[in-house]
C-alpha cells in the first residue's frame, strides 16, 4: 500500500510540476543572463524555463572559498581547462573537477569524462555581461567573512539564509519550521531547499520564493510568495 501511494505521490507531483513550469517560464522578460550558482539550483532553473545551459557551474557544486575564488576572477577560471580531481569528492564519491585552485564537485555527472565535457561545453557559451549569482549560507560553511564578501560583489544575487540576523536586499531568509517535516531537507547542519514538496510540483525554495521575479529584476527580500 506505501509503495503504491507513493508511486500515486510522484506521478501527482510530476503532473503539477509540468503545470507549475509551463506557467512560470513565460512570465521570463529577458533570457540573456548566465546563472552562476553555487549549488544546484541554477541547473533547476534553466531546466525551468527551458532554456540552454549557459553557464558551467549547472548541477555543481563550489563550496565556501572556492565560490568567491571563481566568480571574484571568473574570466580567468572559464579559461582554464579542467582536470579530474584526484580521489573522491564531497559529494558521495561523485567526480569531481579542479580549475587551477578550485575544486568543482559535479554530484549529477555519472563519471569524470563526462563532467569534463559538460563543463567545457557550457563553458564556451558562457556570457559574463549579466551574471546572476546564486549561494546558500550553509554552502558558505556559515562563515560570516564569507557571507559579507559574496554580499558585497557588484552582481545581481541572491543568498538563500535560515539564519534571520543575516538581512540584506539580496538576502532572502527562508523559514526552517515551516518545511521541517519535509523529506530531504533538514540534512546535518544543512538545508536542502530543492527537496520536493509532496503532491505540489514544487521544490523548497520555489514554494516561498518567487524565482520568475527575481530575476526579472526584483530584490531578493522582497520576493517572498
Known amino acids: 500500500m506505501i509503495k503504491y501511494i507513493s508511486a500515486i505521490e510522484r506521478r501527482a507531483w510530476m503532473l503539477n510540476r509540468f503545470r507549475y513550469v509551463?506557467?512560470?517560464?513565460?512570465?521570463?522578460?529577458?533570457?540573456?543572463?548566465s546563472l552562476v550558482s553555487q549549488n544546484c539550483i541554477g541547473g533547476i532553473l534553466y531546466s525551468d524555463m527551458g532554456l540552454q545551459f549557459n553557464s558551467p557551474t549547472v548541477n555543481t557544486?563550489?563550496?565556501?572559498?572556492?565560490?568567491?575564488?571563481?566568480?571574484?576572477?571568473?574570466?580567468?577560471?572559464?579559461a582554464i581547462t579542467p582536470v579530474a580531481a584526484p580521489g573522491e569528492d564531497l559529494a558521495n564519491g561523485k567526480?569531481?573537477?579542479?580549475?587551477?585552485?578550485?575544486?568543482?564537485?559535479?554530484?549529477?555527472?555519472?563519471?569524470?569524462?563526462?563532467?569534463?565535457?559538460?563543463?567545457?561545453?557550457?563553458?564556451?557559451?558562457?556570457?559574463?555581461?549579466?551574471?546572476?549569482?546564486?549561494?546558500?549560507?550553509w554552502d558558505l560553511e556559515e562563515n560570516q567573512g564569507l557571507i559579507h564578501r559574496f554580499l558585497s560583489l557588484p552582481y545581481r544575487k541572491v543568498l538563500f539564509t535560515c539564519d534571520n540576523s543575516i538581512s540584506g536586499s539580496d538576502v532572502f531568509n527562508l523559514d526552517a519550521n515551516r518545511y521541517r517535516s519535509i523529506d530531504g531537507?533538514?540534512?546535518?547542519?544543512?538545508?536542502?531547499?530543492?527537496?520536493?514538496?509532496p503532491w505540489s510540483g514544487k521544490?523548497?525554495?520555489?514554494?516561498?520564493?518567487?524565482?520568475?521575479?527575481?530575476?526579472?529584476?526584483?530584490?531578493?527580500s522582497r520576493c517572498l510568495l
Open 22 to 33: 509551463h506557467k512560470q517560464r513565460y512570465k521570463i522578460k529577458d533570457a540573456g543572463f
Open 95 to 137: 567526480p569531481a573537477l579542479l580549475l587551477g585552485d578550485i575544486t568543482v564537485c559535479c554530484p549529477h555527472s555519472e563519471s569524470t569524462d563526462k563532467a569534463l565535457v559538460d563543463w567545457e561545453r557550457r563553458a564556451k557559451r558562457f556570457d559574463g555581461r549579466d551574471m546572476r549569482l546564486i549561494a546558500t549560507t
Open 61 to 78: 557544486l563550489i563550496r565556501g572559498e572556492s565560490y568567491l575564488r571563481f566568480v571574484n576572477d571568473i574570466d580567468k577560471y572559464i
Open 203 to 220: 521544490r523548497v525554495f520555489e514554494d516561498c520564493f518567487d524565482w520568475v521575479e527575481w530575476l526579472n529584476g526584483k530584490d531578493a
Open 185 to 197: 531537507f533538514r540534512q546535518d547542519n544543512t538545508f536542502n531547499v530543492m527537496a520536493r514538496i
